[in-house]
């Protein structure tokens, strides 16, 4: 599910139960980062058995972040990742997923990236590599996107995470159009477009959010997507 931030606020409380149901203690390290207008996902990406953090987001000054949070035993860490230099997004998406199949999870990061009036959006897969060292994919196919949404599924059952994906794309500094599309993994990381779901041109300032399940429980999945122009609705979209 997307956490998406509009004020100051840590980007996670980790709570543990106490004998009493119902009764909570927050643990929360001081090595978590306060963000807002981001995005977190969990997920074991060294596998040590743990769920660790990718976060994205604005921190203090309006600082464009991407860290990695590695969890030791509750205690998380910022993770001496390779490179160092992976871009911060915000309004956008992060997620944990093996995209190229071989077993480690990867780093996914789409949304804006510079400042407030650069509109400029990125999209970018990260191979883990293991040891903490992460590789930049070269030439994914994948549109680069600001207010974005995405969704890491294997929509045709091939066993290979897909991207469905949404954001505003930049056509020039005064054009731009909101769209909705599903890419296909080829199982190497490369992406491409096989429906656009919708598309907006020039709508200001919204999102087009989705999700996804099998409605009709044929085993395949289907898709949720909103319509954020006045007047329509969510679409559901059956596979």
Known sequence: M??????????????????????????????LPGI????????????????????????????????VLK??????????????????????KAEWGDVNGDGLLDIFI?????????EEGKTLVYYNKGDDIFELATNTGLPELAQTDATLVDFNNDNIFDVLLTGRIFESKDESYYQAALYANDGEGKF????????????????????????????????????????????IYLN
Do not use: C
């Open 36 to 67: 807002y207008d981001g995005d977190i996902s969990l997920g074991d990406y060294d596998k040590d058995g743990d769920l660790d953090i990718l976060a994205t987001g604005l921190f203090a000054q309006d600082q464009f972040i991407t860290h």
């Open 71 to 92: 969890n030791n035993g509750g205690v998380f860490e910022k993770a001496a990742i390779q490179p160092d230099t992976i871009p911060g997004v915000a309004e956008g």
């Open 2 to 31: 997307k956490l998406f931030f509009r004020t100051l606020l840590p980007i996670l409380f980790i709570i543990k139960s106490s004998i009493l149901f119902g009764q909570f203690t927050d643990i929360t390290p001081d090595s």
């Open 192 to 235: 491409t477009e096989v429906h656009i779901f919708n598309k907006l041109s020039n709508y200001y300032n919204t999102n087009l959010l989705t999700s996804n399940v099998d409605f009709n429980n044929d085993g395949m999945v289907d898709f949720l997507i909103n319509q954020p122009k006045p007047g329509e609705s969510l679409r």
């Open 110 to 118: 789409a949304g804006r990236f510079g400042p407030w009036n650069d």
